[in-house]
């Protein structure tokens, strides 16, 4: 592992040699989206980085995973495909290096996110202010319904809560469930038929019994 670090830094520190105007490379559209559920506390997602340009020299990408908690990388793929192996994750911060590409897709799963703040209710933070001046659009994908402090955009959707920020910014956030609400079911026709019949033929039994204890006194 050691020695996958050094030779991971040693080309980092080549690269910048041969090709120090890379670093100018402007990066300028962001996309993060996380799905899973508070209860669980525990999420997948990706992060999808645009460059203004094809990155034509070996660039060093770092990009924040901007959630607390445990974070690990599935895998990450640049835009012509080829799967990038050799990176560093160190304080929710992903970096490596990558050539010939304008696109980059880092995919992951993040745990505990959340802290527990009452019966059905979870604090989480979301930091974005590392993504100033660029096109940033966050969505957060919330397995149930829960009320949202304070109301950014939130949308609900197949019992689902969609959280989406578009300004950098940190965010406290606050998650209340909301008591899942059960409508009584209504009979159907041929049920409704039925329980009518059923009422009309105990008035006339009731009826018929009257009639006869009616009949007896006299």
Same mark, same amino acid.
């Given at each position: 592992?050691?020695?996958?670090?050094?030779?991971?830094?040693?080309?980092?520190?080549?690269?910048?040699?041969?090709?120090?105007?890379?670093?100018?490379?402007t990066l300028t559209n962001l996309?993060?989206?996380?799905?899973?559920? #508070?209860?669980?506390?525990?999420?997948?997602?990706?992060?999808?980085?645009?460059?203004?340009?094809?990155?034509?020299?070996?660039?060093?990408?770092?990009?924040?995973? #901007?959630?607390?908690?445990?974070?690990?990388?599935?895998?990450? &793929?640049?835009?012509?495909?080829?799967?990038?192996?050799?990176?560093?994750?160190?304080?929710?911060?992903?970096?490596?290096?990558?050539?010939?590409?304008?696109?980059?897709?880092?995919?992951?799963?993040?745990?505990?996110?959340?802290?527990?703040?009452?019966?059905?209710?979870?604090?989480?933070?979301?930091?974005?202010?590392?993504?100033?001046?660029?096109?940033?659009?966050?969505?957060?994908?919330?397995?149930?319904?829960?009320?949202?402090?304070?109301?950014?955009?939130?949308?609900?959707?197949?019992?689902?809560?969609?959280i989406t920020i578009t300004q950098?910014?940190?965010?406290?956030?606050?998650?209340?469930? &909301?008591?899942?609400?059960t409508t009584p079911a209504q #009979?159907?026709?041929?049920?409704?038929?039925?329980?009518?019949?059923?009422?009309?033929?105990?008035?006339?039994?009731?009826?018929?019994?009257?009639?006869?204890?009616?009949?007896?006194?006299?």
């Amino acid at each position: 592992m050691e020695r996958k670090s050094m030779l991971f830094f040693a080309l980092i520190i080549l690269s910048l040699m041969i090709a120090q105007t890379s670093i100018s490379n402007t990066l300028t559209n962001l996309e993060i989206y996380v799905v899973g559920s #508070p209860i669980e506390n525990s999420f997948t997602g990706y992060i999808k980085i645009k460059y203004a340009e094809t990155l034509t020299n070996y660039t060093l990408v770092s990009v924040y995973i #901007p959630f607390e908690g445990q974070v690990s990388v599935l895998n990450i &793929t640049s835009g012509n495909g080829v799967l990038v192996s050799d990176y560093q994750l160190e304080n929710n911060t992903i970096s490596f290096l990558a050539f010939n590409t304008s696109e980059i897709t880092i995919y992951f799963t993040v745990e505990n996110v959340l802290e527990e703040a009452g019966v059905g209710s979870y604090v989480t933070y979301i930091d974005l202010t590392r993504y100033n001046n660029i096109s940033l659009n966050l969505t957060v994908n919330l397995v149930g319904v829960y009320n949202v402090e304070p109301p950014i955009n939130t949308k609900y959707s197949n019992g689902n809560t969609l959280i989406t920020i578009t300004q950098p910014g940190y965010y406290p956030i606050t998650l209340y469930l &909301t008591p899942e609400t059960t409508t009584p079911a209504q #009979p159907s026709g041929l049920q409704g038929e039925i329980l009518v019949l059923g009422g009309i033929g105990a008035a006339l039994i009731v009826l018929l019994v009257l009639i006869y204890v009616l009949r007896r006194k006299k």
